[in-house]
């Protein structure tokens, strides 16, 4: 099935491509491998808000049943992280998801979730993919039951045993952007004794013309409420709900490296461990460890693979810049309903503006930024190759100290400053990264990384 590109982040593509045919030979490709992995425990199929998805969901169910697996469906569509959640709280073989996340309306997709709950790792993909192309094979098993269940409670239940906060008094806004997390993360606020405003909280097929993607672009409607209505806290999450962002009074949509800093920094209040990022993800996660003697452990971009430093180091956080976070003692997999609650706790605790500043009075400004490159995937590995033969002994006037090549190129400098090229594992891109004490410093960073990569795509 030519058509079919399954990887970590399973398969996503337009409508027309992603069609009801193909979305089964992906379930059976999934039923084979449980079956012949030993698995027999149900499987659980989750879906997004988008109209085309249930249908979806549906198909796979049949697929699914029709190997004698039996199947669990939410009552309603669903966040994704629920689902990471219900596959380790009820003990399944694993689950399928279908949603496009964060892409425009005319998009859809199907992800596998191992038994784990966290993302699944390229070999299990790997084995997956391989099965794309087998003819189907039922098995002679009878055929497995369909039962809905409920989702949200049990979330809703842990995430308040593992974040103990009472909200009383803090006014929160949740931005659904049309996905998901309308009536879950708003009410696992409100349950820990929030005053909650929502917007965009209603399912639209088209999410209002704006992909669910909860950028800086993307979410004036959400910094406009928190102004009207005073608001301590803005909370936007995707289309299903499994990255955040925030919005606070003063600074309006707050860069997701200064979010992660306050969450580790409110952690560590009252907890110790290190903490888990990305490659592109910023070093002032690194000096609040260092403050509280604490390490922190780099990753490839990627939630998989701080899924993994995450059980390896039995890690307080971990994240990445792009928005996606998980805690010690949840599942493995990043959870904006979650962190949407632990947001708020630490801003019930202290003022999120507050907190921030606090935290770059302490450890120094940050300002970082990223551009994107168009690259066919063809190509990537090609302009990777090239630009190691490319790199310079200098960057934007400083010198390079150290050379990271963990996922890409990424340039230390000596004013502390760095640059991080690599190709986007999503995207038909080289993403370009920069980080550096000011604005000025930190474009002057991207465009020395434009010129250096633009010439050999």
Known sequence: MDAISFGTDG????????????????????????????????????YDARPSSEGFADSLADVLTGNGFDVL????????????????????????????????????????????????LPEVTDAVADRLADPERLSQAERGTVRRIDLA???????RELINADLS?????????????RGVTDELLRSAGADVVCVRDDRDPEFGGTPPEPSAENLGPLVRAVERHDADLGVANDGDSDRVAFVTPERGHLDE???????????????????????STTFLIDRIAEAHGEAVFETAVGFKWVAEGLAEHDALIGGEESGGFSIRGHV?????????????????????????????????????????????????????????????????GR???????????????????????????????????????????????????????????
Not at 441 to 456: E, K, N, Q, T, Y
């Open 11 to 46: 398969w996503r593509a337009t409508l027309d491509v992603f069609t009801d045919d193909r979305v089964r030979v992906v379930g059976q490709a999934v039923a084979d491998y449980l079956r012949d992995e030993g698995h027999d425990a149900p499987v659980l199929i989750g």
């Open 73 to 120: 469906l939410p009552q309603r569509d669903c966040p994704t992280p629920l689902v990471a959640h219900a596959i380790v709280d009820r003990g399944l073989s694993g689950a399928l998801m279908i949603t496009a996340s964060h892409n425009p309306a005319e998009y859809n997709g199907v992800k596998f979730i191992p038994a784990d709950g966290a993302p699944a």
């Open 153 to 159: 409670t049990p979330h809703a239940e842990h995430a």
């Open 169 to 181: 008094g803090l006014t929160v806004v949740h931005d659904a952007m049309h996905g998901s997390g």
């Open 257 to 279: 490296n200064l979010f992660f800093a306050a969450a580790y920094d409110y952690l560590l209040e009252s907890d110790s461990g290190p903490a888990i990022r990305t490659v």
């Open 332 to 396: 493995r997999e990043k959870d904006g309903v979650l962190m949407g609650l632990l947001g708020a706790a630490a801003a019930a605790a202290e003022p999120m503006d507050e907190r921030v500043d606090r935290l770059l009075d302490a450890h120094g400004d940050i300002v970082a930024g990223k551009i994107s490159l168009e690259c066919s995937d063809s190509e990537k590995a090609r302009v990777i190759e090239e630009l190691d033969d490319a790199l310079p002994d200098q960057v934007a």
């Open 399 to 457: 010198e390079i100290a150290e050379i990271v090549t963990l996922d890409g190129f990424k340039l230390l400098l000596e004013d502390g400053s760095w640059l991080l090229v690599r190709p986007s594992g999503t995207e038909p891109a080289v993403r370009v990264y920069a980080e550096a004490a000011s604005q000025e410093r930190a474009d002057a960073l991207l465009s020395a990384g434009r010129d250096l990569v633009a010439p050999l795509i």
